[in-house]
């Protein structure tokens, strides 16, 4: 079954019960679900869009672009309170904590992770994208535990985030594409992460199954 919402700013009216907040973003059919950590360090604030209006946006965005996952207007003039220079094609943005932390402290707490999570989980279920994308240790490390069948000592023995940038890790369910904090970007990581994304679309990566065989009637029956 598709959604049939058209709304692109937060299209399940998610509400986590902050003051502040900035809500998924894009696609509520998207094959494809951008997931970093939280406002005060991936940006979003003044836009209300996930990982927009910080230094590194731009590069971040344009490597998405040359993967395939978003367009963007290189002339910048984009209205940054719809769409901000992207147009996001089939691709979900959000974070696994969306409230804006207090400004006192550099993270959020365990226990406000811990409060946010279900909101988070009820989104990404929602959306129920093909292939999952989270960006930095924090929300990988919660996608793979939380949504395959790896764990995180696996990635550290592979060689940590570094080495599993823009690559495709095979899960239970969902497939996963690990990527580097832009913060923490060096010269080939836009390229690595775009290479990555294009050769990941040139598969199926849907990977679905048409069981509808089994099943009276004519119509399909997708699962992964």
Same mark, same amino acid.
């Given at each position: 079954?598709?959604?049939?919402?058209? %709304?692109?700013?937060?299209?399940?009216?998610?509400?986590?019960?902050?003051?502040? &907040?900035? =809500?998924?973003?894009? +696609?509520?059919?998207?094959?494809?679900?951008?997931?970093? +950590?939280?406002?005060?360090?991936?940006?979003?604030?003044?836009?209300?869009?996930?990982?927009?209006?910080?230094? @590194?946006?731009?590069?971040?965005? *344009?490597?998405?672009?040359?993967?395939?996952?978003?367009?963007? +207007?290189?002339?910048?003039?984009? +209205?940054?309170?719809?769409?901000?220079?992207?147009d996001?094609?089939?691709?979900?943005?959000?974070?696994?904590?969306?409230?804006? =932390?207090d400004?006192?402290?550099?993270?959020p707490?365990?226990?406000?992770?811990? #409060?946010? #999570?279900?909101?988070?989980?009820?989104?990404?279920?929602?959306?129920?994208?093909h292939?999952?994308?989270?960006?930095?240790?924090?929300?990988?490390?919660?996608?793979?535990?939380? &949504?395959?069948?790896?764990?995180?000592?696996?990635?550290?023995?592979?060689?940590?985030?570094?080495?599993?940038?823009?690559?495709?890790?095979? *899960?239970?369910? @969902?497939?996963?594409?690990?990527?580097?904090? =832009? %913060?923490?970007?060096?010269?080939?990581?836009?390229?690595?992460?775009?290479?990555?994304? %294009?050769?990941?679309?040139?598969?199926? &990566?849907?990977?679905?199954?048409?069981?509808?065989?089994?099943?009276?009637?004519?119509?399909?029956?997708?699962? %992964?």
């Amino acid at each position: 079954m598709r959604n049939v919402t058209d %709304r692109l700013r937060n299209p399940f009216g998610m509400r986590p019960g902050c003051a502040e &907040y900035v =809500p998924g973003y894009g +696609d509520a059919n998207a094959d494809f679900h951008v997931i970093g +950590d939280h406002p005060g360090v991936h940006g979003g604030r003044t836009s209300g869009v996930p990982f927009t209006g910080e230094t @590194w946006s731009e590069r971040f965005f *344009g490597a998405l672009a040359d993967g395939g996952l978003v367009s963007t +207007d290189a002339s910048g003039d984009g +209205d940054a309170e719809t769409t901000p220079w992207i147009d996001i094609g089939s691709t979900f943005l959000s974070y696994l904590h969306s409230c804006v =932390p207090d400004t006192s402290v550099a993270d959020p707490s365990e226990d406000s992770y811990a #409060e946010l #999570e279900p909101v988070f989980d009820a989104e990404l279920r929602a959306i129920a994208a093909h292939v999952l994308l989270p960006v930095g240790d924090r929300a990988t490390r919660h996608v793979i535990e939380s &949504y395959t069948a790896k764990t995180w000592a696996e990635i550290d023995a592979a060689g940590g985030l570094e080495a599993v940038h823009g690559t495709e890790l095979l *899960g239970s369910g @969902w497939l996963v594409v690990p990527i580097r904090d =832009p %913060r923490d970007w060096g010269s080939d990581h836009a390229d690595r992460l775009s290479a990555g994304l %294009r050769e990941l679309r040139r598969t199926d &990566y849907r990977r679905e199954s048409d069981l509808g065989r089994f099943i009276a009637g004519e119509d399909p029956y997708y699962v %992964r």
